[in-house]
C-alpha cells in the first residue's frame, strides 16, 4: 500500500514536470509552433523570415568587408547604382543618370529627387559628398575609433594614391566626381553595398553608435539587433521605388548549424534559408513544400600550383596535370551536381569571357605522356606538399576529399602528393608566403561584376604576397591587365580579358576546378525572389503567396 | 560560517589570477598573424598595422598582460574587433540566455536523474532499475549534436510539437527587460508568451541536460544503495515511519553529499557543451560568442568570454562547498 502510495507521488513528480515543460497539458495548442503563432499575421504584407549561418559584424556598411553585414546594409541603404537583379549589370538607383567626360577623368550624376531618408532628412547631393569625404578623408572626425574603410580603400586606391580626386555638389541634385586616373570599373564599383549613401545627421547624431543604429534610404527600416539572434527591419512606407518593399517586416535570423536551419526551414520557423548543403538537396526535392533557388555561379574554386618551386616553375609539367583532374567527377560526388567546370579563371556569366577556349580535357593517359616529355618518364620521385582547405567555402563544400580524389588520380601517373590542411588563418598565411605548399586548393567569389576583379587580385605579379597564391609572374599578362584597367570602352576591355585568359591557360598556373552555383531554399509559398550573383540582394520584391 | 565563506572567497583570487594568465597564454600562442586573419582578404597593409597597433600587438607580451589586467580591474573587457563594440555592453544579453539554459538544463538533469536514482536504487534489479540505468549509459555516451539534430527531427519536424530553434517565436518578438524570457514574460504579465518562451527552452534544455541527468542519476542511485543499509535507516524503518518519508528525508539527505559534488561539477561540464548547444538550437548565448569569436579571430572576446565561463565554473564550486555546509555542519569547522 506505502509503496503504491509513494509510486503514484513520484511519477505524479515526474509527470507533472514533464507536462509543465513540453506543453502536452493543453491538448491542440502545442501543435505545430509556426502554424499558430503566426497565422494571424501572415495574412497583411506579412513577415520574411530569412535564416543564414552568421551574424552581421556591423549595420554601417562603409567599415565592413563580410558578406553578412553587407546582406543587411542592401536592406537599409541604397547606393549611387545597383546591379540589375539577378546580374551585375549596373543600373540606376539613387543616381537616375550620368555622364562621362571624354577623358574618363570627370563623372556627373543626377540625383533621384524626393527621395528622403529613414529619419526625415532629405537625400541631396550634400549627403553624397558627406559620406564619400567621410571615406576618403583619414583625418574626419565621423571616422570612429577603430574605423577603416577598407573597401573604400581597396576599390578606390589607399591615402597615397586615391582614384577619386573629388567629389563636390553642383547643386541639390547634381554631384561631380573628379578622377586623378581613369577608372574602368568605377561605375561597378559604386553599386557595390558598401558604398551606400547613409543619412548625414544621422551619422552626426549617433556617432559611434551609427554602426548598430543605420538610416539609409532602403526598403527597410532598421528595427532592432538582437545579436546572434535576429535582426529585425521594417517596411519603408516611403520607398523611392513604387510599390516596393511587398512584405511589412523582414527577420533575419542566424542560425549557425546548415541542418539545424534546414530543419527550422521544414518546421515553417523561417521562409527563405541560404547555404543549403548539397547532401540535403534530395529531401528538399521530395518536399513540396519547399522549393530551391541557385545563386549563379560567381566564383571559382582551383587547384593552384606554386609557380617558384620545382617542378611547377614548368609550364609543361602544370599542363600534363591539368589533364589529370576529372572535374566532373568531383561535381557529381561533393557539389551534388550543383556546379559547372571551370575552364578559366572567370565564370562564364561575367562579360569578357573567352567562350573559344578548350578545357583540357580529363585524360590520364595523355598526362602521362606530357609529363614524360617535360622530362619524367617515370612520375615525380619527390613526394609534393598539396594544401587542402581546412574549411567549407561557398565554392568548396570540403575542400579535403575533392583533394583525396585528385590524390588518386595523381597516383596513377605516378605524382605522390600529401595532403596536408592546417587550421584555416594558417593556411591563408602559409599560401601567401608560398614556402611551404607544392600545391593547394583555394577560391575566390566576386565582389562586383568586372573581370578585373579576379583576375588582378589572383594572377597579377603585383599581387604576390596578396592572394596570388601561385606566386605567378607573366609580364604580358600584366602588360594586358593594367592596359584593361585604364582603358574606359568595355568593348576594348572585353577583348583584353580575353586575351588574357588565354595566356592563363597556356601557362597553367592553375587548374581551374569548378563555379559553384550555391544553393538557397524556400517555403514554396515565396515569390518574387531573384537572388544575384554577388552573393545578396535586396529583399524588397519578395513576397509571401497566402 | 561567515568566516569560512570569507576564506574560500580569499582563495579565489589566486585561482582567477591563475586563469587569467592561462587564458592569455593560450590565445597568444596561436599561430599566424591575427591582423590579417581578422581583417581578412580585402583589407589593406594600412589597416593591418592600424589594427596590430590598436590591439598592441606589437609590444612585448608581458606589457601586453599587465595591461589587460589593468583593463579587468577597472571592469573594462576591451572591444569585440569584429564588432567594434564594448564587450561589456555586447555580452548581456548572450550571458542571460546561457544561464537561462543552463538552470533549466540542470533543472532537467537534477529533477530526473535523482529521482530516477531514487527509485532504482530502492527497486534494485527490477526492470525499472535496469531500464533506468540503461538510459543513464546510452545518456553519458550520446553526442549532444546527435541528440540535438534528432530531437529536432522529432519533436521539431516530424511531430510539430515544439520549435527548434532560438528562444522566442520572432514572427511575435519578446521584448527584453532584464534578458531572462523567461522571468520577463512573467514580469510582464505575459502568459502566452511565457508559454511559447518555456517551449523554446525545452529541446535545447534536454540535449544539453542529458549528460547530466545521466550521471547524476548513477550517482544517486550508489549512494541511495550505501546510505539505506546503514543502521539509523534500519532504526527509522523500525519505528514504522513510512517509506516514502525513510527514503526522501532521512536516506535522501545523507545520500545527497556525493550527489552534489557531481552536480556541481556537472554545471561546470555543461558550460563546455553549451557551445554545440547553441550552435544547434541557434540559441544566442555565449557559447555562440566563442564559437563565433573563435572563428573570427576576434582575440577579446574568444579571452573575455572564456574568462566568464571560468568565473562562471568557480562561482558554481563555491555554491557547491557552501552548500556541503549546509547539509553536513561539520565541513565548515575543517
Known sequence: ?546 | MGSYIAKRLLVLIPVLLGMTLIVFSIIHAIPGDPADTILGDKATEQSKQALREQLGLDRPWLEQYFAYLGDLLTGDLGNSIRTREPITQEIGPYLAATVELTVASMLFAIIIGVNAGIVSAWKRNSWFDYICMLIALVGVSMPIFWLGLMEQWIFANELRWLPSIGRMNPRDPMEAITGFYVFDAMISGQWSQLWIVMKHLILPSIALGTIPMAVIARMTRSSMLEVMQSDYIRTAKAKGISKFLVIYKHGLKNAFIPVLTVIGIQTGALLGGAVLTETIFAWPGVGRYIYEAISNRDYPVIQSGILIIAVMFVIINLLVDLLYALFDPRIQYK
Open chain 1, 1 to 546: 500500500m506505502l509503496v503504491r502510495k509513494s509510486w503514484t507521488i513520484m511519477i505524479t513528480l515526474v509527470l507533472s514536470f514533464v507536462l509543465i515543460l513540453s506543453g502536452c497539458s493543453g491538448g491542440n495548442d502545442s501543435a505545430a509552433p509556426a502554424a499558430s503563432e503566426s497565422g494571424g499575421e501572415a495574412a497583411g504584407g506579412g513577415k520574411l523570415i530569412v535564416g543564414r549561418g552568421g551574424d552581421s559584424a556591423a549595420l554601417d556598411p562603409s567599415i565592413v568587408t563580410d558578406g553578412e553585414s553587407l546582406k543587411i546594409a542592401q536592406q537599409v541603404f541604397d547606393p549611387l547604382l545597383a546591379y540589375k537583379s539577378g546580374t551585375t549589370e549596373v543600373e540606376p538607383a539613387l543616381a537616375e543618370s550620368w555622364t562621362i567626360s571624354d577623358d574618363g577623368l570627370t563623372y556627373t550624376f543626377k540625383l533621384r529627387q524626393g527621395v528622403k531618408f529613414h529619419d526625415g532628412t532629405d537625400f541631396n547631393a550634400d549627403a553624397v559628398v558627406f559620406n564619400f569625404n567621410r571615406w576618403s578623408d583619414p583625418k574626419s572626425e565621423f571616422k570612429f575609433e577603430g574605423d577603416s574603410f577598407d573597401y573604400y580603400d581597396s576599390m578606390f586606391g589607399p591615402e597615397e594614391a586615391r582614384v577619386i580626386k573629388s567629389v563636390k555638389a553642383v547643386d541639390e541634385s547634381t554631384v561631380e566626381f573628379t578622377l586623378n586616373q581613369p577608372q574602368a570599373p568605377f561605375l561597378q564599383n559604386l553599386a557595390m553595398p558598401p558604398f551606400s549613401i547613409a543619412s548625414p545627421t544621422a551619422i552626426e547624431k549617433e556617432k559611434e553608435n551609427f554602426k548598430s543604429n543605420p538610416v539609409g534610404t532602403g526598403p527597410f527600416v532598421f528595427k532592432e539587433w538582437k545579436r546572434s539572434d535576429s535582426i529585425t527591419l521594417d517596411k519603408n512606407p516611403n520607398y523611392w521605388q513604387q510599390g516596393l518593399p511587398k512584405v511589412d517586416q523582414v527577420i533575419v535570423r542566424s542560425i549557425p548549424d546548415n541542418t539545424a536551419r534546414f530543419n527550422a526551414l521544414q518546421n515553417g520557423e523561417i521562409d527563405l534559408m541560404e547555404d543549403l548543403s548539397p547532401d540535403d538537396l534530395a529531401t528538399l526535392e521530395s518536399n513540396p513544400d519547399l522549393q530551391k533557388f541557385n545563386r549563379p555561379p560567381f566564383n571559382v574554386a582551383y587547384l593552384g600550383f606554386n609557380t617558384t618551386k620545382k617542378p611547377f616553375d614548368d609550364p609543361k609539367v602544370r599542363v600534363a596535370l591539368n589533364y589529370a583532374v576529372d572535374k566532373k567527377g568531383i561535381i557529381d560526388a561533393f557539389f551534388a551536381g550543383q556546379a559547372e567546370p571551370a575552364v578559366n579563371p572567370i565564370p562564364p556569366t561575367l562579360w569578357g569571357y573567352n567562350k573559344e577556349i578548350q578545357d583540357y580535357p580529363f585524360d590520364l593517359a595523355k598526362a602521362k605522356q606530357l609529363l614524360a616529355d617535360a622530362g619524367y618518364p617515370n612520375g615525380i620521385d619527390q613526394e609534393l606538399t598539396f594544401y587542402a582547405m581546412p574549411v567549407s567555402r561557398p565554392y568548396m563544400p570540403d575542400g579535403r576529399k575533392v583533394a583525396e580524389v585528385i590524390q588518386a588520380s595523381f597516383a596513377q601517373i605516378g605524382v605522390k602528393v600529401s595532403i596536408q590542411s592546417p587550421e584555416w588563418a594558417t593556411y591563408l598565411d602559409d599560401l601567401s608566403k608560398g614556402e611551404k605548399d607544392d600545391l593547394f586548393i583555394i577560391g575566390w567569389t566576386g565582389d562586383n561584376g568586372d573581370p578585373d576583379n579576379f583576375f588582378y587580385p589572383l594572377l597579377d605579379k603585383d599581387s604576390i604576397g596578396g592572394n596570388n597564391y601561385s606566386q605567378y609572374v607573366s609580364e604580358p599578362l600584366h602588360k594586358v591587365l593594367v592596359q584593361a584597367q585604364q582603358e574606359t570602352d568595355q568593348d576594348a576591355r572585353a577583348k583584353l580579358y580575353e586575351q588574357a585568359q588565354v595566356i592563363v591557360k597556356k601557362d597553367a598556373p592553375w587548374v581551374p576546378l569548378v563555379h559553384s552555383t550555391p544553393l538557397l531554399a524556400a517555403t514554396s509559398k515565396l515569390k518574387g525572389y531573384t537572388p544575384s550573383p554577388t552573393g545578396s540582394e535586396p529583399y524588397a520584391d519578395i513576397y509571401i503567396e497566402q
